[in-house]
């Protein structure tokens, strides 16, 4: 099955696939406004060319996210930017790509007030106010968060959490827009932690998005990595 689009619209295909229990392999031609799954797999932008990729190509496996019961490819964020993904006006999108998003984002920043969780992890639990959380397997999130590619592996059984602490002060603040405009994200307001399954207590009144797309908050989140759990030709 050959999938042209979005990453959301490879993650709708995808999960149609895992949900059927048909074991058959996705070939994804990118065709969205940043394209974030395809850029950690190293898909070409060109139409042409990424088709060519898929007859030349071969299969290989990659994890894949579960949200509670429903499947992602790459990514179930929180907070600030996570509206944006779903919230940006898609003639924007069309016209600015990932610009859109650092836009929609920023806006969000002055209006999101922090959440209070509880984070279980595979060795560790963390506590604290955070403004924004991606459990991801990818090397971008919505073209803006950017992580080396030699730090994470997209079949090693394991997600990266990002999480990005609520800003105290008109400095703090300052800084985390900075971070943003720029895709550097350094400092001691930003952590990143390893796990294969990430389990939270939250309020039913923070949303989600999953891999761009909405998902209705829940007090009780469980987010775990099946590993290897999608075939999908590349040509690498």
């Not at 190509?57 to 929180?78: I, P, Q």
């Not at 300052?174 to 307001?189: D, E, I, T």
Request: charged share 25%.
């Amino acid at each position: 099955m050959v999938c042209i689009g979005g990453d959301g619209t490879f993650s709708e295909v995808m999960s149609g696939i895992l949900q059927s229990g048909v074991k058959k392999p996705i070939a994804y031609i990118p065709a969205g406004s940043t394209n974030d799954f395809a850029s950690s797999l190293g898909l070409s932008k060109d139409y042409i060319k990424a088709a060519q990729d898929i007859v030349d190509g071969e299969v290989r496996t990659v994890d894949v996210g579960l949200f509670n019961d429903r499947y992602f490819s790459y990514v179930a964020s929180f907070g600030a930017f996570s509206k944006a993904s779903y919230s940006a006006p898609q003639k924007v999108k069309k016209h600015i790509g990932h610009l859109a998003y650092v836009l929609e984002g920023i806006k969000e920043i002055k209006n999101f007030h922090g959440e209070e969780l509880i984070i279980k992890l595979d060795d560790e639990e963390i506590r604290g106010e955070y403004l924004l959380g991606a459990v991801s397997n990818s090397t971008s999130v919505a073209g803006i968060i950017k992580l080396d590619p030699d730090m994470l592996s997209l079949n090693d059984g394991i997600f990266e959490l990002l999480l990005v602490k609520q800003p105290t002060n008109f400095i703090e603040f300052m800084s985390l827009v900075k971070c943003f405009a720029s895709g550097k994200f350094k400092g001691k307001m930003f952590s990143i932690k390893k796990s294969s399954k990430v389990e939270m207590q939250c309020s039913k009144d923070m949303n989600w998005s999953l891999d761009g797309e909405y998902q209705e908050g829940v007090e009780k989140v469980l987010i775990q990595n099946i590993h290897q759990g999608l075939d999908i030709i590349l040509n690498r």
